[in-house]
């Protein structure tokens, strides 16, 4: 049975940091991108980041480039978002995805095959 796990959500102020993780498991995830997605009240899902599994290389949304920062450790089937300079436009559900064709459709939430139940990230003014 696959799972993805997140934790480490919670409420910052804006200009501070939060790293959530998602731990995965239940199978092999060389042949997947882990995405990070986030729902904000009213709003779409949209996607944030993707890591490689297999090779690591990294994509990120526009809104986010050089604030967060996405990584994984193999040894621990667990990847990361580290994020930085938060803003309270950043406050959504952020959920964990595994995504088998992200390099197909390049972050549409369509094509992801597992999602984890999303942890909340709340950033105040």
């Known amino acids: 049975q696959v799972q993805l796990v997140e934790s480490g959500g919670g409420l910052v102020q804006a200009g501070g940091s939060l790293r959530l993780s998602c731990a995965a498991s239940g199978r092999t995830f060389s042949s997947y991108a882990i995405d990070w997605f986030r729902q904000a009240p009213g709003k779409e899902r949209e996607f944030v980041a993707a890591?490689?599994?297999?090779?690591?290389?990294?994509y990120y949304a526009d809104s986010v480039k050089g604030r967060f920062t996405i990584s994984r450790d193999n040894a621990k089937n667990t990847v990361y978002l580290q994020m930085n300079s938060l803003k309270p436009e950043d406050t959504a559900v952020y959920y964990c995805?595994?995504?088998?064709?992200?390099?197909?459709?390049?972050?549409?939430?369509?094509?992801?095959?597992?999602w984890g139940q999303g942890t909340q990230v709340t950033v105040s003014s």
């Open positions: 995805a595994a995504d088998p064709a992200f390099f197909k459709t390049w972050g549409e939430a369509s094509s992801v095959q597992f």
């Open positions: 890591i490689s599994w297999s090779r690591g290389n990294t």
